[in-house]
């Protein structure tokens, strides 16, 4: 019957062999690594250069780069000494963090959010009156564009023209207010696959 958890599986409790373990302090460590290096390079790759986006389809390039490079790395590490190569759910702890590395900063995830905190601004006209409908009815948080005293047009200028250093004051509120949006959605997201995850795949 689809659901019904028998007396043995509740009751049984596998010992695990360390070897197998998924989380283990070098893949934390490596995780982090590869998280600072997509959120790093990946913004750079899309704007600057346009050239192949490691972040972007369902299967990431960049995630199958490292998957790939790890392989590769295992054969070596197995040469030099068994113990040191990574286990098979050590690889796809790596595996599935770096898809996460991936698609956050990339065209998969949150790279259009900076844009388009200042793009209706920036694209607003004296015809379409975007800046008429929307300067009044948001809170000064909402953009780096806007502020207590009005519209900042300088700063608007300069994210797509360049020519002057970021202005970091204007641009911490709105990161921030809208990060907390952000998490919050990954947070339920993440609470709806562990909801899920069991129907799926322990009875289905």
Same mark, same amino acid.
């Given at each position: 019957?689809?659901?019904?958890?028998?007396?043995?599986?509740?009751?049984? +409790?596998?010992? @695990?062999? *360390?070897?197998?373990?998924?989380?283990?302090?070098?893949? $934390? %460590?490596?995780?982090? !690594? /590869?998280?600072?290096?997509?959120?790093?390079?990946?913004?750079?790759?899309?704007?600057?250069?346009?050239?192949?986006?490691?972040? +972007?389809?369902? @299967?990431? *390039?960049?995630?199958?780069?490292?998957?790939?490079?790890? $392989? %590769?790395?295992?054969? !070596? /590490?197995?040469?030099i000494g068994p113990r040191l190569k990574f286990s098979r759910n050590e690889l796809?702890?790596?595996?599935?963090?770096?898809?996460?590395?991936?698609?956050?900063?990339?065209?998969?995830?949150?790279?259009?959010? $900076?844009?388009?905190?200042?793009?209706?601004?920036?694209?607003?006209?004296?015809?379409?009156?975007?800046?008429?409908?929307?300067?009044?009815?948001?809170?000064?948080?909402?953009?780096?564009?806007?502020?207590?005293?009005?519209?900042?047009?300088?700063?608007?200028?300069?994210?797509?023209?360049?020519?002057?250093?970021?202005?970091?004051?204007?641009?911490?509120?709105p990161i921030a207010m809208w990060a907390i949006l952000i998490f919050s959605l990954?947070?339920?997201?993440?609470?709806?696959?562990?909801?899920?995850?069991?129907?799926?795949?322990?009875?289905?």
């Amino acid at each position: 019957m689809i659901g019904q958890v028998t007396k043995e599986s509740t009751t049984s +409790s596998p010992t @695990l062999n *360390p070897k197998s373990y998924a989380l283990t302090p070098r893949v $934390i %460590v490596l995780s982090l !690594l /590869l998280a600072l290096f997509f959120g790093y390079a990946n913004p750079h790759i899309d704007f600057l250069f346009s050239n192949t986006y490691l972040g +972007s389809a369902h @299967l990431p *390039p960049g995630a199958i780069g490292v998957l790939l490079l790890l $392989i %590769v790395c295992n054969g !070596l /590490l197995h040469w030099i000494g068994p113990r040191l190569k990574f286990s098979r759910n050590e690889l796809l702890t790596v595996f599935i963090t770096t898809l996460f590395s991936c698609l956050v900063p990339g065209r998969g995830g949150e790279l259009f959010f $900076i844009p388009n905190t200042v793009g209706a601004f920036y694209y607003a006209t004296p015809e379409n009156k975007w800046r008429d409908l929307m300067l009044p009815h948001l809170p000064h948080w909402f953009s780096p564009a806007q502020s207590s005293s009005g519209y900042n047009s300088d700063l608007v200028e300069a994210f797509y023209n360049g020519g002057q250093a970021v202005p970091w004051q204007a641009w911490l509120l709105p990161i921030a207010m809208w990060a907390i949006l952000i998490f919050s959605l990954y947070t339920m997201l993440g609470c709806l696959a562990v909801i899920l995850r069991a129907q799926w795949a322990d009875y289905e």
